[in-house]
């Protein structure tokens, strides 16, 4: 597995001093000092951006392709890095959101209803709801055990989550009953067009 990228916060100001730096090739020293690594990661470090081995097998690596790695690294991950970053704040936000309402929950004396889920629950999309899930234009309905009202929590959970992954399906799903009914009342205009047709050749 590749060593994180931990300057890559620092990226803007490494670049800055490379292009001051007057020397062709860096060596590993530098590159230790520079980017705040260990000897092992310097060395793959370098090796990514392209070093080759110098005088005393010593790896060297030059100023100018190291600027050109460095700035594009910079620019596929960091991106990935601020995703992952918002993820986990909005994944934090929501545990708060969950233990500040069981927390209301327990307050009240009433103890949060808890069911297991699985994987698929959480990639759920509107072909992938169970069939006691129907969504129809105008109308959702769920059929669960009528002796059994906790049976339902799952259900609703991964309809939310279909929402939420799939609304483009839900949208399909009313766009197509639109223009069944749409075809259906043309299909009737062209029957009583002929109708009146017919009866008018008489």
């Not at 808890?114 to 992938?128: C, G, Q, W």
């Amino acid at each position: 597995m590749a060593p994180p990228r931990t300057w890559l916060g620092r990226a803007e100001e490494i670049v800055e001093v490379l292009r001051k730096m007057k020397s062709p090739q860096i060596d590993r020293p530098a590159i230790e000092e520079l980017f705040q690594l260990q000897r092992r990661a310097a060395i793959t470090l370098m090796k990514q951006a392209g070093a080759l081995a110098g005088p005393g097998e010593e790896f060297l690596v030059g100023r100018r392709e190291l600027v050109v790695w460095v700035e594009k690294t910079f620019k596929t991950e960091a991106a990935v890095l601020e995703r992952k970053k918002s993820a986990g704040e909005e994944l934090s936000r929501s545990v708060q959101e969950v233990q500040a309402v069981r927390a209301a929950l327990h307050a009240q004396g009433r103890p949060p209803v808890s069911f297991p889920l699985v994987d698929d629950v959480l990639r759920a999309t509107f072909t992938s709801l169970p069939s006691s899930v129907c969504v129809e234009p105008g109308r959702i309905t769920i059929d669960f055990p009528a002796g059994q009202p906790e049976a339902v929590l799952p259900l609703l959970y991964e309809l939310s989550m279909a929402i939420a992954n799939d609304f483009g399906g839900l949208r399909e799903i009313c766009n197509v009953a639109l223009s069944i009914d749409e075809l259906l009342s043309d299909l009737q205009r062209s029957k009583e067009l002929v109708i009146e047709s017919s009866c008018s050749t008489f």
